[in-house]
């Protein structure tokens, strides 16, 4: 179906402007909603661009860019706050990558060893999103 790399959603500190990829529109809303905190938020701590893309094998990756201009870009911070993001949306993360591999590149849950989980398909997402409440 896809032959290069997909791009999730994105947001710049350049254009104040998010991006969402509409073939992934049948997301929850609260997942969207998420990912749109995570990606903004980020830009507006640490300046540049940032996307959350999947590779070939499903998995997603964080990548950054900022103008060479751009004084105020924080490069040490990018990579601790990818960190820190990785570590706290983990759930969240891993479920994309589990419905990318499901829905885009035909896998079967059982290859990725989730057969219990892929019982019940509204799981998938269900306690994956803090809302920090």
Same mark, same amino acid.
């Not at 073939?23 to 929850?28: K, R, Y």
């Given at each position: 179906?896809?032959?290069?790399?997909?791009?999730?959603?994105?947001?710049?500190?350049?254009?104040?402007?998010?991006? %969402?990829?509409?073939?992934?529109?049948?997301?929850?809303?609260?997942?969207?909603?998420?990912?749109?905190?995570?990606?903004?938020?980020?830009?507006?701590?640490i300046g540049g661009i940032l +996307?959350?893309e999947f590779d070939d094998d499903?998995?997603?990756? %964080?990548?950054?860019?900022?103008?060479?201009?751009?004084?105020?870009?924080?490069?040490?911070?990018?990579?601790?706050?990818?960190?820190?993001?990785?570590?706290?949306?983990?759930?969240?993360?891993?479920?994309?990558?589990?419905?990318?591999?499901?829905?885009?590149?035909?896998? +079967?849950?059982?290859? @990725?060893?989730?057969?219990?989980?892929? +019982?019940?398909?509204?799981?998938?997402?269900?306690?994956?999103?803090? @809302?920090?409440?």
């Amino acid at each position: 179906m896809y032959q290069d790399k997909i791009v999730l959603c994105g947001a710049s500190a350049y254009e104040q402007k998010y991006y %969402f990829n509409q073939d992934f529109n049948s997301l929850p809303e609260a997942v969207k909603q998420e990912l749109q905190i995570m990606c903004v938020l980020y830009t507006e701590e640490i300046g540049g661009i940032l +996307t959350l893309e999947f590779d070939d094998d499903g998995n997603l990756q %964080f990548k950054t860019e900022a103008l060479d201009a751009d004084a105020m870009y924080d490069e040490i911070g990018s990579v601790l706050k990818i960190k820190k993001l990785q570590e706290e949306k983990r759930e969240l993360l891993e479920s994309l990558e589990m419905y990318y591999r499901v829905f885009f590149l035909g896998e +079967t849950p059982e290859e @990725n060893g989730l057969e219990e989980k892929s +019982t019940d398909s509204g799981k998938l997402f269900g306690d994956s999103v803090d @809302n920090g409440v």
